[in-house]
């Protein structure tokens, strides 16, 4: 219930196209967009998080990635690793 | 012990000429054998030996590891999810989904990812940190990169090795210029390339007749071999079946290729209706058959054919300006142009410079040669509509590169400088209005900008060190290929300033071409005028007239600019008048109009002055011929004055 609240308030947000909750191994739990569009980002988003943590991690042990954001010509991709999950959030870029 | 022989000379003697005479042999020394010596003499062994006159040869064997090639396919599954849930079934993964939720770990995890995806979010919307100040400014600037090209390839038409392997000929095969190239109308990846030598009677026995179609991707091996019955000077394929190509040989015929059918020409036309000189041009031709074609060469003829009956052209044309249809009058053509928007008419470039521009659905062959445009000094190698003002054409010949509007049949309205090498090809960009291309026989590729720079070309780049033979530019307007005169391809790739439209370009070449034509067309009347004045003074009239043109605010601009050159002009005619006699006391009108303008404007300038190339004499022949001697000297300078 807390959890639905909060991912609709979220959502709720000027510019936000749509809000994502995957788990640990890659799989969507829970989202606002189309199953295949999901899966796509999904898929290629978990490892390029994977990917951005495990660098951070490298430089310096102690670190830990906090918050990854994508900005592209058209969106801007945010996406915050947890522990079991990882959130993304995909916007309309604001000029 | 010695041999020696002497011989003497006196040294007065020397260099004296020989005088042989014969004489019965003379023993000069004789050896007898020693018996003392033929105890040290040691019997040897024989021994076989063997002599065999062939060269020496060696076999090798080489084997590569086989590669073992297997098909199989992949099946791509969702993944991630766990080994009993399928991902095709949904209540499973909604089962699966819904029990992850109920996990208490899960529910603070997304409560405080949340938060914190709330608080960037929220940052966002505040403010957009990234944004660009000064954003408007970039657009202001747009020509940053200077004008550049790049090469892409370079197809260098294959080395003796192929050929020794084809034909098993002397390795020294001929280079053979490249004449003509043609893009491939779909893919562009494909470029056909006839091959001949042009030079007059240089044909080796030995050098090969094939023309090559290349795949760009494989630049050492050409796709496809087309073989005809004598070397192609002109080769292009079919706009609308990109299978069918159509070339012109040395010895006037005509075959053409289909390339599903392999190298050997599909039908050739026959020799005694064919072309009696080299076929320059070959261009196919706008029909709902897709199989006509005309071609143009410098016996003087332009012959349309339907490829699929070669054995006589359904039309013929003799390029006689005294309109009388004689071929002993006619002029050689060397280059051929032909619009598609514009199906019944064509012009051709002549070997004596001289650009005819015919109608080819007139109704008495007379009235098929509709205008001329004399102005080159030399062949026309090379004649492009500008493919965004089909009225706007260019020539190139002899030194310079001009262009011509339809309407002024004197004179071109722009021209280049004079170069030091002749100009040997030249097209236009596909995108740009304002741009186009030469090439030279010093190989170098010229690209031109009149809306930049008019005095030379925006880019010039050196391809080669051997002349450029032709010159084709791409569809998508970025890829230029040129040929040289050793068959070598290259390919460049222009830079993307000198291949995207810019802004107003259209409205500013649009107005100076506008310009340019009225320019011209002020000078043709004037010209004119001046011509029936000296026919009335010359029936014995001494009046002086001086005449006024109505002055457009562009002759005020070029008048100012003229200004600065009358104080030559006055000396030049003081001197000329000391040196000729006045036979007729009368004045004559030498219209002389010199434009010499030598700045260019400034980019995006629009209006301002004309044509800045270099200097046009017009000199009235009937004036020429007279002694130049004017009683007014100004009055002269007020003419010029007035003359646009």
């Not at chain 2, 003499?41 to 090639?69: I, K």
């Not at chain 2, 202001?140 to 020794?164: G, H, Q, Y």
Request: net charge negative.
């Amino acid at each position: 219930a807390e959890v639905e609240e909060i991912l609709k308030r979220i959502q709720a947000h000027r510019g936000v196209i749509a809000t994502m909750v995957i788990n640990a191994e890659g799989i969507p739990i829970r989202t606002t967009l189309d199953n295949s569009t999901t899966v796509q980002y999904a898929g290629l988003l978990h490892q390029l998080t994977m990917k951005a943590r495990s660098t951070v991690r490298d430089i310096d042990p102690q670190n830990d990635l906090t918050f990854l954001r994508i900005r592209s010509k058209k969106h801007e991709i945010m996406i915050i690793p947890g522990n079991i999950s990882i959130k993304i959030t995909i916007e309309l870029y604001v000029l | 012990m010695e041999i020696v022989y002497v011989y003497t000379r006196k040294r007065s003697e020397f260099g004296r000429p020989c005088s042989f005479s014969d004489r019965p042999a003379k023993v000069n020394v004789d050896i007898p054998p020693d018996p003392s010596m033929a105890g040290s003499f040691v019997l040897r062994n024989p021994v076989d030996s063997y002599v065999q006159h062939a060269s020496d040869m060696s076999e090798h064997e080489v084997n590569t590891e086989r590669v073992e090639v297997e098909s199989r396919g992949v099946n791509h599954v969702e993944g991630g999810w766990p080994k009993d849930i399928n991902p095709q079934e949904v209540e499973q993964t909604i089962r699966f989904r819904k029990k992850v939720e109920k996990d208490e770990n899960y529910v603070n995890t997304i409560v405080h990812l949340g938060t914190l995806m709330e608080h960037c979010v929220k940052q966002n919307n505040a403010i957009n940190i990234y944004e660009e100040y000064f954003g408007e400014e970039e657009t202001a600037e747009v020509e940053d990169e200077p004008p550049s090209a790049k090469t892409i390839n370079v197809i260098s038409k294959l080395t003796s090795f192929f050929d020794v392997l084809l034909s098993k000929r002397d390795p020294n095969v001929t280079k053979r210029t490249a004449t003509h190239l043609s893009w491939h109308p779909d893919t562009c990846k494909k470029l056909a390339v006839a091959y001949s030598s042009l030079e007059f009677q240089q044909n080796v026995k030995d050098m090969s007749f094939d023309s090559y179609i290349w795949d760009l991707e494989n630049p050492n091996k050409p796709e496809l071999v087309l073989k005809p019955s004598s070397p192609l000077v002109s080769l292009e394929y079919n706009p609308k079946d990109s299978h069918v190509l159509v070339g012109g040989c040395y010895n006037g015929q005509m075959a053409y290729w289909d390339t599903r059918k392999g190298g050997l020409p599909v039908e050739v036309s026959t020799v005694e209706v064919s072309h009696r000189d080299p076929v320059y041009g070959a261009i196919w031709l706008q029909s709902k058959t897709g199989t006509e074609c005309f071609s143009a060469s410098t016996d003087g003829q332009v012959l349309w054919w339907d490829i699929r009956k070669l054995s006589e052209p359904t039309e013929s044309l003799v390029l006689d300006i005294t309109r009388k249809g004689l071929l002993e009058n006619a002029l050689g053509a060397v280059t051929l142009e032909f619009e598609p928007t514009m199906p019944t008419k064509f012009m051709v470039g002549t070997e004596q410079g001289i650009v005819i521009a015919c109608n080819r659905k007139a109704k008495t062959p007379p009235e098929k040669i509709t205008s001329t445009y004399s102005g080159h000094i030399g062949p026309v190698y090379a004649l492009a509509r500008n493919p965004f003002y089909p009225k706007i054409f260019l020539t190139v010949g002899d030194w310079t590169a001009r262009i011509w509007s339809e309407e002024t049949k004197e004179s071109s309205i722009m021209w280049t400088k004079y170069h030091l090498s002749y100009l040997t090809d030249g097209c236009w960009s596909t995108v740009r209005p304002a741009v186009f291309f030469t090439t030279r026989s010093d190989g170098t590729l010229d690209v031109w900008d009149f809306l930049f720079k008019q005095n030379d070309p925006s880019l010039s780049l050196k391809v080669c060190n051997e002349p450029l033979a032709s010159l084709r530019l791409q569809d998508n307007g970025c890829v230029v290929g040129c040929g040289s005169k050793l068959g070598t391809v290259t390919l460049l790739e222009i830079s993307s300033a000198l291949c995207t439209l810019q802004r107003n370009e259209k409205t500013l070449v649009t107005a100076m071409f506008e310009r340019e034509t009225k320019r011209e067309k002020i000078l043709e009347s004037r010209h004119r005028e001046m011509r029936l004045k000296e026919r009335a003074r010359s029936e014995g009239q001494e009046t002086v007239v001086e005449e006024r043109l109505v002055e457009n605010p562009e002759e005020v601009l070029s008048r100012t600019r003229r200004e600065f050159f009358e104080v030559i002009e006055a000396e030049l005619q003081r001197r000329t008048r000391a040196e000729t006699q006045c036979l007729h006391g009368k004045v004559p009108g030498t219209a002389r109009t010199r434009d010499r303008g030598r700045d260019s404007p400034p980019w995006g300038g629009g209006q301002g002055s004309a044509s800045a190339f270099q200097v046009k004499d017009h000199a009235g022949d009937e004036a020429a011929a007279q002694g130049e001697e004017s009683q007014l000297p100004k009055e002269e300078e007020e003419e010029e004055k007035d003359v646009a």
